[in-house]
């Protein structure tokens, strides 16, 4: 059985007396779920205080980029070994934002997802079309061009040891939620692209679902067969939202 996982995005959000309130809320608001179902991705310098307030929980947490580099003169980056040290379990890999404000392209994301997976870190690879590209009619291109660099540099069986989000650029942060037969046709598409190499792992494969993912519209997108959770990003500074939509996992 393929896990479900709803993890929250804080993005460049937050410090550390509405961290404190926040994780508060939502430690007390997911006691009924499973270790692993539930993570947060936190700024870097919160990384310390978060290990702290969820050592023990059933709630995991991680980072929102990693250097490709294990250690080096490279002035501002966070090697995977860094955060092991706050004994992260996920790294967001190639979120939209770090393609296209940070220049990420499909190569740097790929020694990036190397790189966590070397240093045993589960990478939550973010793929996805801008609106210009859907409306080209290339989505589908687009995404089999993000997955294959992966593939090609890791190997087909990496994924058994990574998660999937289907990010539609058109839909991060701008309230435009895709419908829910909408992403699950994507979500549909990229699974049968990775069972055309190991049809165990695809099945196996977890992939999210995010864009504007709300207590009000988890749930039916969670119903739809192959997304299995969401990747949230404003919705996760809500801590009576996130909590909603980390519950409806278990609906
Ligand atoms: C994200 O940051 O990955 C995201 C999906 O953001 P939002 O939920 O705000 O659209």
Sequence with gaps: MRKKLVVGNWKMYGNSIENEQLLN????????????????????????????????TNISWGAQNVSQYQ???????????????????FVIIGHSERRSLFGENNDIVAEKYVAAQGGKLTPILCVGETLEQRERGITEQIIQEQLMTIINKAGV????????AYEPVWAIGTGKTAAPNQAQEVHTFIRNSIGTQDMTIAKE????????????????????????????????LVADDFVAICNTLNN
């Design 157 to 164: 069986e990496s994924l058994s040891k990574a998660v999937v």
């Design 71 to 89: 250690k080096g003169a490279y002035t501002g980056e966070v090697s995977t070994s860094m955060l092991n040290d706050f004994g992260c379990t």
């Design 25 to 56: 809320s939502i430690v007390a608001g997911l006691t009924g779920l499973q270790i692993e179902q539930c993570a947060v991705c936190v700024p870097y310098p919160y990384l310390p205080s978060v290990q702290n307030k969820l050592n023990n």
């Design 205 to 236: 494969l977890t992939i999210l679902y995010g864009g504007s993912v709300k207590a009000n519209n988890a749930a039916e997108l969670f119903a739809m067969p192959d997304i299995d959770g969401g990747l949230i990003g404003g919705a996760s």
